[in-house]
Nanobody, 126 residues
Framework: QVQMVESGGGLVQAGGSLRLSCAASGRTFSGSAMGWFRQAPGKEREFVATITWSGGSTYYLDSVKGRFTISRDNAKNTVYLQMNSLKPEDTAVYYC???????????????????WGRGTQVTVSS
């Protein structure tokens, strides 16, 4: 059974940093694109960042470019999201997701992701 478990969320002041981790299990993910999405209260879930299977290419939501960095460790089946210079508008539940295997690009579309974690809360106070 595939499982994806996020960790690292919490409460931080504006300008602070957090590092989210997502540990995947149940199959190999080395051929999958991985992504982070978030959902703020009363809003739709939105794309945040994605990374190709090799880690060679990444893509970000405009509002997080230069502040967030996605990375992965295929040996550990883990994807990370380093979040710096956090703002109150970054407050949301953050979800990690994985595409099917043999997916040799990245994706910003929720529909391309087949496995999802349950999310971790990030709260940024002003």
């Amino acid at each position: 059974q595939v499982q994806m478990v996020e960790s690292g969320g919490g409460l931080v002041q504006a300008g602070g940093s957090l590092r989210l981790s997502c540990a995947a299990s149940g199959r190999t993910f080395s051929g999958s694109a991985m992504g982070w999405f978030r959902q703020a209260p009363g809003k739709e879930r939105e794309f945040v960042a994605t990374i190709t299977w090799s880690g060679g290419s990444t893509y970000y939501l405009d509002s997080v470019k230069g502040r967030f960095t996605i990375s992965r460790d295929n040996a550990k089946n883990t994807v990370y999201l380093q979040m710096n210079s956090l703002k109150p508008e970054d407050t949301a539940v953050y979800y990690c997701a994985a595409t099917r295997n043999s997916y040799y690009t990245y994706s910003t579309r929720e529909g391309d992701y087949v496995h999802w974690g349950r999310g971790t809360q990030v709260t940024v106070s002003s």
